[in-house]
């Protein structure tokens, strides 16, 4: 009895916490970040001239063009690079648009971050460069 009424009551807690987990989880990341995730270059565009902040960070550090370098989302990385991203950045594990894009193969990417001022001696986490893969 005393087993279920704990499951129960873990499930009831549970329940009730979730939506606001992933409510913060939501609202961790900008309309920018949502909008280099979904590789919408136009709405990249549009959010940038309404002022958005180019390279606000989430919660993990990261910023719009690095989570473009993870999704492989070329137009909107190409949009934020020639809009004056940071393609050195990093978030909290020390990864940037730069080195991301060179350890996923991601050579468009990797390509515009190398034309716009990648720190060639900059390292990850783990202490290695863009360049090793």
Do not use: W
């Not at 990417?109 to 034309?115: K, V």
């Amino acid at each position: 009895m005393y087993l279920r009424t704990f499951f129960v009551g873990t499930v009831a807690l549970l329940l009730a916490v979730f939506p606001f987990i992933t409510a913060s989880k939501a609202m961790d990341e900008t309309q920018l970040h949502n909008a280099a995730k979904q590789n919408d270059a136009s709405l990249v565009t549009r959010l940038l001239a309404e002022g958005a902040e180019i390279d606000a960070h989430n919660s993990s550090g990261a910023t719009a063009l690095l989570i473009a370098s993870r999704t492989n989302a070329v137009e909107a990385a190409r949009v934020l690079i020639e809009s004056g991203a940071d393609v050195n950045a990093k978030d909290n594990i020390l990864d940037s648009p730069y080195l991301y894009a060179g350890a996923r193969c991601h050579l468009e990417i990797l390509r515009m971050t190398l034309t716009h001022g990648a720190d060639l001696k900059s390292t990850n986490h783990y202490g290695g460069t863009a360049l090793i893969r």
